[in-house]
């Protein structure tokens, strides 16, 4: 019987077998910030550990600090201070290297390990947070642990893991025009639910996901997590070793040599047996938002809000019922018209460059709605100079966008940024939860164009329509 | 990591069910950069008059003159359900609690028990109601003792009850060892692994 990727890069990292069902893993590279990080790094040195490989540990700041321009170490969260200057004691005492607030390399931690080449195909890598799994795309066997696993993998270089099951997700096909990777990843767990990957590391293939870009497949290995799979990642193919290659710590010489090799040759055999498959027609899926306050509550932009009404079961209409209320939301009626109060690109999911650039070519030549606040903050501060470099934020600016510094931002509230108390937001990021966003705030998550164009439109709406409009203004005006 | 043995302390009762961790230190008492200083927000939502207080709700067990140094905790049945912080655990050791007896506990809190020197102790309800019954009669002088080299809880007047835990659990417990010292233990395998990963796969290797 053939191993699937999951099997041979599990087997490539047991440093021993624990009992019938645990191993211990060899763990390549961990990743923190300054929200959870600070906690391991503070609480492994008061028990008086250490980081027992420093070289292999990384750390950013990128969930309490601000994005404002000009920003230092003050931020909007009570206590962030607190963090930021606990991280930066913690992780200079461990040695280990960090992103500070103004390091040319700061940024989202799962943006910052992909550009550095800190994440490397086949690699293990964790960070206390979930949405570790982005580096998945890159081919990397990567997920999110909690703060005591942390000092773990830290003081020890390995986790002791039971293997999980495996899925493989196939995407056939090919996508319709203006629908992206994110439109997949909703698609898939609106499709399958929000628990539809419980228990499983899943492998992302098929045509659709071999056309992707490497940066799109992180944007589907981002939401694994929300799918509730252990980790989600895609096999690695030139594509991936185009992208790591000439990285800051990506192996260079004969090591790169004999890297892509091994790299290349990482792909689940064609007669491997997974324990779950699933099969998605890319010709069924159009841009896709969620009504909701779980992911799994998208539904595609011709769709419409369900009505509890409709719903049979007792428990599930209760729960529709719930959302429903928080979101404040007509059932039955169509998601797209819904009117927006704001709009945000950014988050680990869609803040690379070519999620930007794919908000840019819509941009160009047109306003946000009057009345609608739109925020855009870069993955990273690298992602901020690459953009700059190519006019986008004049772009975004001139379209009635703010540019910021990169960080998480607007992802998540805690204390901090939000746009204010009961705004209805859609949002280029992955979770929709009853104050994710701030007190009372509403996402509904969608594509980086989806966004932009509902910005526009000041209402949710599908981008294609205004793509449309924007050929036949152009044209009438070439006629004219 | 305090070895655990055997143990001899100060019972309180809190037999409710579903004690959830945010029961056991609310999100709030959990805004510091460190497992430590938690233990002055446990069960803050019952033990203080106002969120955020700290002024003692004088009805609450372990505000009581009587249960003054309680170090082990009767509760009921799924004790410690709840959103996964471990923070829950922190504070109740930091607290000065040794050991938790009840019906049943929440898995990832159980886990997080070991991993903190902390012993959960499974038995019965109607067991657990019976120790609740002799200590609350006389707290101070009517104190549980745990042997966990037998095995065994014993109340005052000399009935004892045999627990179970498992075998790599209660190594751990009994020498003192927090997961990353249990893993320490395997450091030859460890540099073993790596001396021939490096052989096979040197660019991962950055020192
Ligand atoms: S961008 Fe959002 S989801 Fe990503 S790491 Fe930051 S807070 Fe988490």
Request: glycine share 10%; net charge negative.
């Amino acid at each position: 019987m053939g191993q699937s990727l999951y099997d041979k890069l599990w087997a490539d990292h047991i440093v021993t077998a624990l009992d019938e069902q645990r191993s211990l893993i060899y763990i390549d590279r961990i990743f923190l910030h300054e929200r959870t990080g600070s906690i391991a790094l503070q609480s492994l040195a008061a028990d008086g550990r250490q980081v027992s490989k420093p070289a292999h540990v990384f750390c950013t700041m990128d969930h309490i600090v601000d994005t404002f321009p000009g920003r230092g170490d003050a931020t909007l969260m009570p206590s962030g201070r607190d963090f930021i200057e606990a991280t930066r004691s913690a992780a200079g005492e461990a040695g280990i290297t960090l992103f500070d607030v103004n390091d040319a390399n700061q940024g989202i931690a799962h943006v910052v390990s992909a550009e550095q080449g800190i994440a490397l195909p086949g690699s293990t890598l964790v960070c206390p947070d979930s949405h570790t799994c982005t580096l998945g795309g890159l081919g990397a066997l990567a997920w999110g642990i909690g703060s005591t696993e942390a000092e773990h993998a830290m003081a020890t270089r390995t986790l002791a893991l039971q293997k999980a099951k495996s899925m493989r997700v196939n995407f056939r096909g090919q996508l319709n025009p203006g629908v992206s990777a994110k439109d997949l990843i909703l698609h898939l767990i609106g499709a399958h639910g929000a628990a539809g990957g419980l228990g499983y590391a899943v492998e992302f293939a098929g045509e659709a996901i071999k056309a992707l870009s490497v940066e799109e497949r992180m944007t589907i290995c981002n939401m694994a997590v929300e799918f509730s799979a252990l980790a989600g990642f895609v096999a690695p193919d030139e594509k991936v070793i185009d992208y790591v290659r000439g990285r800051p710590y990506a192996p260079t010489g004969a090591d790169w040599d004999a890297a892509a090799a091994y790299w290349r040759q990482l792909r689940s055999d064609a007669d491997a047996v997974f324990d779950a498959e699933i099969d998605i027609d890319c010709a069924d899926i159009q841009p896709t938002v969620t009504w909701g306050t779980n992911p799994q509550q998208a539904v595609s932009i011709g769709g419409r809000i369900p009505d509890p009404a409709q719903e049979a079961d007792n428990n599930r209409r209760q729960t529709l019922h719930k959302a429903l209320n928080y979101m404040q939301l007509t059932p039955g009626a169509t998601i797209a018209g819904t009117p927006i109060d704001a709009a945000f690109i950014g988050s680990c999911t869609n803040s690379r460059l070519s999620d930007l650039r794919a908000v840019c070519d819509f941009l160009k030549g047109r306003k946000v709605a009057d009345g609608v606040a739109a925020v855009c903050v870069p993955g990273s501060s690298q992602v901020k100079r690459a953009a700059e470099a190519e006019g986008l934020d004049k772009i975004l600016i001139e379209a009635g966008f703010e540019w910021r510094e990169s960080g998480c931002s607007m992802c998540f509230y805690a204390g901090g940024e939000t746009f204010g108390k009961g705004k209805r937001v859609i949002s280029s990021t992955n979770r929709n939860f009853e104050g994710r966003q701030g007190p009372e705030v509403k996402t509904h998550l969608a594509s980086p164009l989806t966004v932009a164009a509902s910005a526009v439109a000041g209402m949710i709406i599908d981008p294609r329509h205004l793509m449309g409009e924007h050929v036949d203004s152009e044209q009438l005006a070439n006629e004219g | 990591m305090e070895k655990f043995r055997q143990h001899r302390g100060v019972t309180a009762p809190l037999l409710r069910a579903n004690i959830d961790t945010d029961a056991i230190i609310p999100s709030r008492e959990m805004k510091r950069v460190s497992k430590l200083g938690l233990g002055e927000g446990l069960f803050a939502g019952w033990r203080y008059t106002l969120p955020g207080g700290r002024e003692p709700h004088a009805d609450f067990v372990l505000n009581r003159p009587e249960y003054a140094g309680t170090s082990i905790l009767l509760g009921g049945d799924n004790f410690g359900c709840g959103s996964s912080r471990e923070h829950a655990v922190w504070a109740l050791k930091e607290y000065g609690i040794r050991a938790i007896i009840a019906p049943s506990f929440g898995s990832i809190f159980y886990n997080n028990c070991i991993g903190n020197g902390l012993l959960p102790i499974a038995l019965p309800f109607d067991v657990v109601q019976a120790l609740a019954a002799q200590v609350e009669s006389a707290p101070r002088q009517r104190q549980l003792s745990i042997d966990l080299e037998q095995r065994t809880v014993t109340a005052a007047d000399g009935q004892c009850w045999p627990f179970d835990i498992d075998a790599a659990a209660r190594h751990m417990l009994m020498q003192g060892l927090d997961r990353i010292a249990l893993t320490l233990e395997k450091r030859d395998q460890i540099e073993a692994f790596e001396a021939a990963d490096r052989a096979r796969r040197p660019w991962v290797y950055l020192a």
